[in-house]
């Protein structure tokens, strides 16, 4: 892992503390906050010595990064921000920093047109949007959404490296319905994001099963000396072909969904198709649409069509109208008790 990274999230750890004026910070908590950051982010256990984090310190308090962070030293022991409110992560950026910026987004948008980037767009048009907020002082143009404080978010990239180096994993996972947390061998493959919460997909090391592990439910996370096995039944690039959501064992095969849009619900639909396989079997006199997709059929896609409300209805085949219907029934029930809920 580059040190330079390493010393990034220690300045931006120390940053975070010394912003926090409720609680007087020791050199020694600074430290130990620093040595939790580093595990949390990139899963380096050895901690941080005294000598690093008085370094990162000179280093903020110098002009050599741009910092001139005015951090002191009170009651002989204890630090803080001279300035209230100051952060490292406020600082303005210069003109040759902008001028850099640009240059390299003006790059990256010469590659727009080329299929295998065309994923990077929204991340361009997100640089170009901070460089004009900066220059411009202008409120944002675009707005991306997005869960602050996300759990699990932090295994991220220690997780990603995992993966890139292909190593096994020791991970003690709670699920929901769990009181305690379980162990799990596991060879990971892939991160994947859906409705702003993240996912692994691995094997169990031992035997291959395929699953997946929400980020948020898991409990800690170490590498084992044991070989690394790759699962010759799954293909991350087209694994999700035929899928909404995550849900979805390797055998498991799509079925052809047919559903009845409303007028009104035609008309989104047809701009937002369900699925990439959505076609249009056919169109009524009022406006209203007969749809098929062809995916796998679980709990992601019945939420999906729940979502419609009356202005969508299965029609095959019957498991998932038995389904549908006994869930809005369910609903229904709900929505007729008595019952003072508040």
């Known amino acids: 892992m580059p040190a330079n990274k390493n010393a990034l999230i220690r300045y931006k750890t120390i940053d975070n503390c010394l912003r926090n004026r409720y609680r007087r ?6 430290v130990e906050a620093c040595s939790d950051a580093l595990y949390d ?14 370094g990162d310190i000179q280093m903020m308090r110098s002009d050599k990064l741009g910092y001139n962070a005015p951090i002191e030293v009170y009651d002989h022991k204890y630090y803080r921000y001279a300035e209230e409110g100051y952060s490292i992560m406020d600082m303005p950026m ?50 991306f959404d997005s869960v602050p404080n996300l759990k699990g978010i932090r295994l991220l990239n220690p997780l990603y490296n995992y993966i890139a ?4 994993l020791r991970i003690m996972y709670q699920s929901f ?11 990971p493959y892939l991160l994947k994001e859906f409705r702003n919460r993240w996912f692994l997909f691995c094997s169990k090391a031992d035997n291959l099963l395929l699953f997946n592990l ?8 170490e590498p084992v000396d044991v070989p690394f096995r ?3 039944d799954f293909d991350p690039e087209h694994f999700f072909d035929d899928v909404i959501g995550v849900s979805k064992n390797i055998k498991t095969t799509p079925r052809c969904i047919k559903f009845w849009a409303s007028p009104n619900q035609s008309k989104y639909i047809k701009t937002k198709p369900m699925h990439r396989s959505q076609r249009l079997i056919s169109e009524n006199e009022d406006g209203s649409c007969i749809f098929r997709i062809d995916v796998v059929i679980n ?24 389904y549908m219907k006994d869930k809005l029934k369910e609903a229904l029930e709900l929505y007729d008790k008595e019952n003072n809920l508040s």
């Open 25 to 30: 910070w020791t050199l020694e908590d600074l």
């Open 41 to 54: 982010m990139e899963g380096i256990k050895k901690g941080v010595s005294v000598r690093t984090v008085q």
């Open 94 to 143: 210069s003109q040759n920093d902008y001028d850099v910026m640009q240059e390299a987004v003006d790059m990256l948008r010469q590659l727009e047109d080329f299929e295998q980037f065309s994923e990077m767009a929204d991340v361009v048009s997100r640089l170009q949007d901070k460089l004009a907020i900066t220059r411009n002082n202008r409120k944002p143009i675009i707005h």
């Open 165 to 168: 180096h292909k190593q096994t």
């Open 177 to 187: 319905n769990a009181t305690k947390p379980a162990e799990y061998i596991i060879c």
């Open 214 to 221: 929400a980020l948020d439910r898991i409990r800690s996370v």
């Open 230 to 232: 790759e699962n010759p």
């Open 299 to 322: 709990v992601e896609m019945y939420s999906v069509f729940m979502t419609y409300g009356p202005g969508v209805k299965i029609i095959y085949p019957r498991i998932a109208v038995k």
